[in-house]
């Protein structure tokens, strides 16, 4: 069923469908026996608990970053199962993103392309929505991606990220940097050992001041060379941080499907999809053992199905992430993930 929808829906802009989607799913939830309905259909049918930096996730299967960037929709995403939602990329001040179109549907690739370049509403805003729902006593787990804002020069991106965490501590479960979105100009030269120290070290300062304390983690990129993902991981072990994301989407246009004229057309943005899966496994792979699992991963890129996830965790992901998958398997893909149907 979901096929057929799908195949309606991508006629039309990308960015536009996304919101008309959730803003009609969010419509139905309003009636109780149309959420109780939903809810019952997409929840896996056992309980798959996990526990991961300090927090016990009612299941591994999460959204990533990017979707849900303004917390708009965390009820309903919660009804159709997914064990953890992370928000963002929040930063500071509200910022519009890049001019439109600036998300592209590769469909011979199941794949996507993005360069919305963290539009969201700012961190008051999201913080706001953010207290109402969890005045609604929802169990949801939920992490907050945090960057900086376009205009602050990278020398200044501390600050930011400082803002950002401040404002959302009370709100989230656990906190993501993101330093490797390939849609704000500069951003990746934030991975850069001393820039990125000087981040984490003030936000783990700032940890230290709070009545409890959060879980700092990582979102890196898939382009790193290896020079800079060993310093990247010898640096989260040196400051002891909670965890890494591994991967953001990838500037890389490699092995391809659809056409190279098309894909100029498209031209800038971060890819993700079906294109990172093996990518994003060797990274999380490669961190597992470099680290001997002393750091906690949460795996995202190309996750589609049951045994897409289960290459995942048999290479060191202790969570997964799922974003283009969704896009393309439809509200069912937490349950068929963890129920292999």
């Not at 991106?157 to 965490?165: Q, V």
Request: glycine letters at 8%; proline letters at 5%; aromatic letters at 10%.
């Amino acid at each position: 069923m979901y096929q057929f929808i799908r195949n309606i829906l991508f006629f039309f802009d990308a960015e536009d469908v996304h919101y008309f989607s959730m803003n009609m799913l969010r419509f139905f939830c309003r009636f109780s026996f149309i959420k109780i309905f939903l809810k019952k259909k997409f929840t896996p049918s056992k309980i798959f608990s996990k526990e991961a930096f300090g927090i016990i996730f009612p299941n591994p299967v999460g959204l990533a970053a990017g979707f849900d960037k303004n917390a708009k929709y965390l009820n309903e995403l919660e009804t159709l199962g997914f064990g953890f939602v992370e928000i963002g990329t929040v930063t500071p001040l509200p910022q519009s993103g890049n001019p439109q179109p600036r998300l592209f549907r590769l469909p011979k690739d199941k794949a996507l392309i993005n360069r919305m370049g963290f539009n969201n509403e700012g961190t008051k805003a999201v913080a706001e929505r953010l207290r109402r729902f969890r005045n609604d006593k929802s169990s949801l787990i939920i992490g907050g991606n945090i960057g900086k804002n376009k205009i602050t020069p990278n020398e200044d991106a501390w600050k930011d990220y400082g803002i950002c965490f401040n404002e959302l501590h009370d709100v989230v479960d656990y906190f993501v940097v993101n330093v490797s979105s390939p849609n704000t100009p500069g951003l990746r030269d934030l991975q850069q050992k001393d820039s990125l120290k000087k981040i984490l070290t003030n936000l783990q300062q700032i940890n230290r001041t709070k009545k409890v304390e959060k879980p700092l983690l990582l979102k890196i990129s898939p382009n790193l060379d290896q020079h800079d993902l060993d310093d990247i991981i010898d640096l989260a072990m040196e400051i002891k941080l909670d965890g890494l994301v591994a991967a953001n989407t990838t500037i890389s246009r490699k092995n391809l499907i659809t056409s190279e004229k098309e894909i100029n057309k498209i031209g800038a943005g971060g890819l993700s999809g079906k294109p990172l899966r093996e990518e994003s496994t060797h990274i999380t792979k490669y961190i597992q053992q470099r680290t001997k699992g002393g750091i906690p991963i949460i795996s995202s890129g190309g996750i589609f199905s049951k045994k897409d996830a289960e290459e995942k965790f048999q290479n060191g992901a202790d969570l997964i992430q799922v974003w283009t998958g969704f896009i393309y398997e439809g509200p069912g893909i937490v349950k068929k993930i963890l129920n292999g149907r």
